[in-house]
Structures are given as structure tokens and as C-alpha cells.
């Protein structure tokens, strides 16, 4: 078992340094990983006989919940294939209606790594990877069968083995260097003393469930070479010159970075500076010309002194202009019939004027650009029609 523990150390060892002396190599991509396993013997009824069954994981108070341990080095090739060299160790238990056994195991692993995702455009944007493996081990165990009766040992086996194993993995790249994994995997060790009994009669298989974390490197910190989706590399249009293959990776990541900064920089630019003139076209321009009416007459009703809506309308449309206009002046001249006395129709003339006034004010016109004054003597054509002195005659300059 040292022997095996000295050899799969070794083969890490050899593959960090030579991960190191790649580094300046812009084609490699490697990666460390660690993972904790949950081991789980799954009983090969085939190989059952009349006497016992074959012995199972989590099969009553003599079993655990098993755990084993995992290290590894990886290399990708390319966006699809890498070989991934590792150390895997643990312990396991199982029983059957007689028996029970414990064992414990050490092994190096050389795994083919297939990067299904890369099969599909979906995943050319997405942090989730897919991968299935198949690889080869070879590994030393030792093995102890018990009866459950009088818990006394009933046979013992320590033999070297091959194993093959296959399975499927996910994981999920937390940022260019670091990414989380979980990993399923088939075993099936080539001895059937793995169990602590060999009847050299089959195989034992058991299921690992890893969860791990990995970190991956290389020049210039660039994202693992299998996190770059193939179809992300197909030849586009364009002239010749311009086609991007497979092979031309010209364009580095930290490029493309730089340039998404420089447009958004210039995007903002650009939003800044259509706001700027959303804003100066919102402002009214001081206007150069007077309306062409430079004179309007508000009526009133019999005896009334308030503004209609439809006065209000008019003198709105006329002097709107205005107010953007420097220096205008208005002039504000009071009429009322001949009803009444004369006392009283000036109040009712001052009245009509100050609420002609107190609506200018509300359009942002100044008490000081407002001039009052009341008219003494009717015109000979309003003489006889009342209602057209019934007003206020509104003047400008």
C-alpha cells in the first residue's frame, strides 16, 4: 500500500512540475483539484449463491457512511478532450444477511475527459459545464469479512487490482480560474476480494459521488481551454482575411474585455450628451417678435368681476408668447355699462381689472409689467349695446 501511495504522489508531483514548466506554453491549460466522495457498494446479485448475497453498502448497523478522498492534475488539449491523472483513496463497508466487511483502498487514476457542453451552442455563454469520463486504475486494497453473529473475523484478503470506471460530471465556473464540480462515476474493481472474499468468480462495482473545487491556470490567467465553446470559433462572414477558425485565437480575452469598456464608455458619452439636448430643446427660447395681436378685450357678465374658463383661454393664448419677451408691458383699461351709480361702477371697473391682473401674475408676469386703468367716457358705437362695456381691454408693448 506505500508502495502505491509513493507512486500516485509521485505521478502528481511530476504533473505540477510539468505544469510549471508549461506555463509560458499559450496552448496548455491545467488544472489541481481536490474532491470528498461518498462510496457506495452496490451488490452484484449475479454473482449470489444459495448460502449468502453479495454484500451492499448502507445495508444495516455493520455499514457507514462510506468516504473516500481524491486528487488530481488536468490537462485540455482543446476545447473537447483532456486527460485528467489523480490519486483516490478510501474505505468501505457492506453486508448481507451473514456477513459484514471493511476495507480500505489506494489507487492512481488516468481519466479520458470529453467535454459534452462543448457539443452545443446553448452553452457557449453559460458558466455550466457537462463532462463524462472513462478511465483506468490500478491500486492496492485490504480487506477484512466479519459474521454478524459473534462479530469475529472470517476471512481476510490484500491483493493489487485494475479498476475501470466511467461516469459524467457538472461544473459550474465561479470565475476564470476557480469553478465547483460534482461528479458521478461507476467502479468496478476486477477482484472479487475487494469485498474481503475472492471467489474469483466476478467483479465487485461500487458508486462514487464527488464534490470538489478545482483551479485552473495558465498564461496570463486565461479561462480554462474547455470553458471556450468550439462553436464560439466557427468561420463567420466576411473577406478571407477576416474569417476566424479554430486555430485563430488572435484575439485574447483581455482584448475583448477592453473593448466592451471603451464602447460602454462611449455609450454613457453619448446618453450624456443626447440628455444635454433633450433638455436645451425642453427650455423655452426667449422669442425676438410680438404676437401679431397686440391688443385683446375680455367681457363679463352683468354685475360679474371673476374670469370664465373661456377668458381665461383667451388671454392664456394671446400672452403665452411673452413671457420670454424683455421689457413687455401690458396695459389693463376697465369698462362697465351705464347701470348703477357711478361709485359703484368704478369698483366693479377696479374689480375687472384686478382679476384680469391676478391671472397674469399666475402666468409669471410681474405686478411692475402691469398698469391699471379705468375707463371715464363709453364710445359712441358702445352707447348702445351695454354688454360691450362689460369689459377689460388688455394692451401690450
Known amino acids: 500500500m506505500k508502495t502505491i501511495k509513493f507512486i500516485s504522489l509521485s505521478l502528481l508531483c511530476l504533473s505540477l512540475q510539468s505544469t510549471v514548466a508549461q506555463s509560458t506554453n499559450e496552448a496548455s491549460r491545467w488544472s489541481l483539484g481536490a474532491r470528498i466522495n461518498h462510496l457506495y457498494d452496490i451488490g452484484a446479485y449475479?454473482?449470489?449463491t444459495e448460502l449468502s448475497r453479495d454484500m451492499r453498502g448502507l445495508n444495516g448497523s455493520f455499514t457507514?457512511?462510506?468516504?473516500?478522498?481524491?486528487?488530481?492534475?488536468?490537462?485540455?488539449?482543446?476545447?473537447?478532450?483532456?486527460?485528467?491523472?489523480?490519486?483516490?483513496?478510501?474505505?468501505?463497508?457492506?453486508?448481507?444477511?451473514?456477513?459484514?466487511?471493511?476495507n480500505s483502498f489506494n489507487e492512481a487514476q488516468l481519466n479520458l475527459i470529453l467535454m459534452l457542453s462543448n457539443f452545443s451552442s446553448s452553452f457557449a455563454q453559460s458558466p455550466w459545464n457537462v463532462y463524462g469520463k472513462f478511465g483506468?486504475?490500478?491500486?492496492?486494497?485490504?480487506?477484512?469479512?466479519?459474521?454478524?453473529?459473534?462479530?469475529?473475523?472470517?476471512?481476510?484478503?490484500?491483493?493489487?487490482?485494475?479498476?475501470?470506471?466511467?461516469?459524467?460530471?457538472?461544473?459550474?465556473?465561479?470565475?476564470?480560474a476557480w469553478r465547483l464540480e460534482l461528479d458521478f462515476s461507476l467502479?468496478?474493481?476486477?477482484?472479487?476480494?475487494?469485498?474481503?472474499?475472492?471467489?474469483?468468480?466476478?467483479?465487485?462495482?461500487?458508486?462514487?459521488?464527488?464534490?470538489?473545487?478545482?483551479?485552473s491556470f495558465g498564461p496570463?490567467?486565461?479561462?480554462?481551454?474547455?470553458?471556450?465553446?468550439?462553436?464560439?470559433?466557427?468561420a463567420c462572414d466576411g473577406p478571407p482575411q477576416t474569417k476566424v477558425t479554430i486555430a485563430n485565437d488572435s484575439l485574447k480575452w483581455e482584448?475583448?474585455?477592453?473593448q466592451m469598456a471603451a464602447l460602454q464608455a462611449d455609450l454613457e458619452r453619448t446618453q450624456a450628451e443626447l440628455e444635454s439636448l433633450k433638455q436645451a430643446q425642453a427650455q423655452p427660447k426667449p422669442s425676438s417678435t410680438k404676437p401679431e395681436t397686440e391688443s385683446l378685450s375680455v367681457y363679463f357678465g352683468f354685475d360679474q368681476s371673476y374670469l370664465s374658463s373661456t377668458a381665461k383661454k383667451a388671454i392664456f393664448e394671446q400672452v403665452r408668447g411673452l413671457r420670454n419677451i424683455e421689457g413687455?408691458?401690458?396695459?389693463?383699461?376697465?369698462?362697465?355699462?351705464?347701470?348703477?351709480?357711478?361709485?359703484y361702477n368704478v369698483s366693479l371697473?377696479?374689480?375687472?381689472?384686478?382679476?384680469?391682473?391676478?391671472?397674469?401674475?399666475?402666468?409669471?408676469?410681474?405686478?411692475?409689467?402691469?398698469?391699471?386703468?379705468?375707463?371715464?367716457?363709453?364710445?359712441?358705437?358702445?352707447?348702445?349695446?351695454?354688454?360691450?362695456?362689460?369689459?377689460?381691454?388688455?394692451?401690450?408693448?
Not at 468468480?201 to 459521488?209: F, K, N
Not at 496570463?220 to 466557427?234: H, M, V
Not at 408676469?365 to 348702445?384: D, R, T, V
Request: negative net charge; aromatic residues 16%; hydrophobic residues 35%.
Open 220 to 234: 496570463k490567467a486565461q479561462k480554462a481551454e474547455f470553458q471556450k465553446p468550439i462553436f464560439s470559433a466557427l
Open 255 to 258: 482584448e475583448q474585455a477592453a
Open 349 to 397: 371697473k377696479q374689480a375687472r381689472a384686478h382679476a384680469v391682473r391676478d391671472f397674469l401674475l399666475t402666468l409669471g408676469f410681474s405686478a411692475a409689467q402691469i398698469q391699471i386703468g379705468l375707463a371715464k367716457n363709453q364710445s359712441p358705437e358702445e352707447l348702445g349695446n351695454s354688454f360691450l362695456n362689460r369689459r377689460v381691454d388688455v394692451e401690450w408693448e
Open 136 to 176: 483506468l486504475a490500478n491500486g492496492r486494497f485490504e480487506s477484512t469479512q466479519y459474521l454478524q453473529s459473534d462479530q469475529v473475523e472470517d476471512n481476510s484478503f490484500a491483493d493489487n487490482y485494475w479498476k475501470y470506471q466511467g461516469g459524467l460530471g457538472l461544473q459550474y465556473e465561479l470565475n476564470r
Open 46 to 48: 449475479r454473482f449470489d
Open 328 to 343: 413687455t408691458r401690458f396695459v389693463l383699461t376697465a369698462y362697465a355699462d351705464a347701470t348703477g351709480p357711478e361709485s
Open 64 to 102: 457507514q457512511f462510506d468516504i473516500g478522498y481524491s486528487f488530481y492534475a488536468e490537462r485540455m488539449f482543446n476545447p473537447l478532450f483532456g486527460l485528467q491523472l489523480g490519486y483516490h483513496g478510501g474505505s468501505m463497508t457492506g453486508a448481507n444477511q451473514v456477513e459484514y466487511y471493511e
Open 187 to 215: 467502479n468496478s474493481v476486477l477482484n472479487d476480494g475487494f469485498d474481503g472474499y475472492n471467489s474469483a468468480s466476478g467483479s465487485d462495482v461500487y458508486w462514487a459521488t464527488a464534490l470538489g473545487v478545482a483551479y
